[in-house]
T-cell receptor
Framework: QKEVEQNSGPLSVPEGAIASLNCTYS??????FFWYRQYSGKSPELIMF????GDKEDGRFTAQLNKASQYVSLLIRDSQPSDSATYLC??????????FGAGTRLTVKP | DAGITQSPRYKITETGRQVTLMCHQT?????MFWYRQDLGHGLRLIYY???????DKGEVPDGYVVSRSKTENFPLTLESATRSQTSVYFC???????????FGPGTRLTVL
């Protein structure tokens, strides 16, 4: 079992819809959770981070964390074609070791 | 301009050769990281450094060597390259271990 699991997709949503990206992790001691966006051929860039259970909203993006279920998700409201990218879930454990999921490829169709 | 740079951007080498990938950041970030990205595996941490002269192994350190004599530089050396080390390598830096990591543009390495 991988430490951080994501559905590889592709996930396809129409423009204006809500895109829901999910991630599960195996290390119960994990402290910090990150979502990165990576356009094809480019480097990852941070979208959001979350440390506490619950929801965290930033513009069109909402990160949700449930430590009991070892589950973190990213919701993108009013999806735009420019949101088409691969989304990487990253989990940091106690020794600063960051583990990334393989990523979910999102396509937003106009 | 301030930022994080990697060189070379593309490298082709042969099995058994030594290769060094360079990473330089101008933010004076304490932490620096090396990842490799392969299809189906996502980003995997090779080594990281919390400060100059402090380095630690990540998930996949075998076959790689790092050093950090200066805060701004974090070179990654493949002492004897193998085909399985063909990958895209990303360097990243961060203020702290649990803060946002800023990634360099990547180096695409091909080992023939």
């Amino acid at each position: 079992q991988k430490e951080v699991e994501q559905n590889s997709g592709p996930l396809s949503v129409p423009e204006g819809a809500i895109a829901s990206l999910n991630c599960t992790y195996s290390d119960r001691g994990s402290q910090s959770f990150f979502w990165y966006r990576q356009y094809s051929g480019k480097s990852p860039e941070l979208i959001m981070f979350i440390y506490s259970n619950g929801d965290k909203e930033d513009g069109r993006f909402t990160a949700q964390l449930n430590k009991a279920s070892q589950y973190v998700s990213l919701l993108i409201r009013d999806s735009q074609p420019s949101d088409s990218a691969t989304y990487l879930c990253a989990v940091r454990n106690n020794n600063n070791d960051m583990r990334f999921g393989a990523g979910t490829r999102l396509t937003v169709k106009p | 301009d301030a930022g994080i740079t990697q060189s070379p951007r593309y490298k082709i080498t042969e099995t058994g050769r030594q290769v060094t990938l360079m990473c330089h950041q101008t933010w004076s970030h304490s932490y620096m990281f090396w990842y490799r990205q392969d299809l189906g595996h996502g980003l995997r941490l090779i080594y990281y450094s919390a400060a100059a002269d402090i380095t630690d192994k990540g998930e996949v350190p075998d076959g790689y060597v790092v050093s950090r004599s200066k805060t701004e530089n974090f070179p990654l050396t493949l002492e004897s390259a193998t085909r399985s080390q063909t990958s895209v390598y990303f360097c990243a830096s961060a203020v702290a271990g649990d803060s946002e990591q800023f990634f360099g543009p990547g180096t695409r390495l091909t080992v023939l």
